[in-house]
């Protein structure tokens, strides 16, 4: 597609329940990011992958979070056991190669609310 | 902990005037970029400032870039109602972008 796709766009959840939220980057970029950002807060980076290489999770804030991209292109972020503190727009980004000198794209975000 | 700190946090200014938002980093950049973010979804790239660049432009837009005060700024003139967004810097030394926690600038018709 023309940009960055994510879905569900908006998503509801109950408190313990599993939520997968899908990333469609651009067709040809290789480097994908997720952020999460909480209501009127900056940008919190998660998990960044670039090409073949081992994903960047470094910004994952527990072992409930996790993230795959298949095939070098769609990524699915999964949150497992949700909390209220979840509850965010969760961002996806992509770009043609790392970030160095090059724009990311940003998607238009999942809204999670964990009740 | 971010980055990128932004000020001020909120602007509000009107219609016409020039609005002046600020960003200060921590660490060494390879480069410094500004996005925009309308309605709290996903942000657009508005500028890239690379780290031996002091000065850049785009349409309006006019960002600075001081490597030894660590310090960049955007200037956007003749303010417009579409502008009222948040703007957020990013700064990344690798792969990854951090950002600050952003301005909202809102313009007064």
């Known amino acids: 597609g023309a940009g960055v796709s994510q879905s569900p766009s908006n998503k509801v959840t109950e408190k313990g329940k599993d939520v997968e939220l899908r990333c469609d980057p651009i067709?040809?970029?290789?480097?994908l990011y997720w952020y999460r950002q909480s209501l009127g807060q900056g940008l919190e980076f998660l998990i960044y992958f670039q090409g073949n290489s081992a994903p960047d999770k470094s910004g994952l804030p527990s072992d409930r979070f996790s993230a795959e991209r298949t095939g070098g292109s769609v990524s699915t972020l999964t949150i497992q056991r949700t909390q209220q503190e979840d509850s965010a727009v969760y961002l996806c980004a992509s770009s043609q190669a790392g970030v160095r000198g090059n724009t990311i794209y940003f998607g238009e975000g999942s809204w999670l609310t964990v009740v | 902990s971010q980055q990128g700190e932004e000020d001020p946090q909120a602007l509000s200014i009107q219609e016409g005037e020039n609005a002046t938002m600020n960003c200060s980093y921590k660490t060494s950049i390879n480069n410094l970029q500004w996005y925009r973010q309308n309605s709290g979804r996903g942000l657009v790239h508005l500028i890239l400032?690379?780290?031996?660049?002091r000065e850049k432009h785009s349409g309006r837009l006019r960002v600075t870039l001081d490597t030894s005060k660590k310090s960049s700024s955007l200037l956007i003139t003749a303010s417009r109602a579409a502008d009222t967004a948040s703007y957020f810097c990013a700064t990344g030394g690798n792969e990854k972008l951090t950002f600050g926690t952003g301005t909202r600038l809102t313009i007064i018709p």
């Open positions: 400032i690379r780290s031996n660049e």
């Open positions: 067709s040809g970029h290789t480097a």
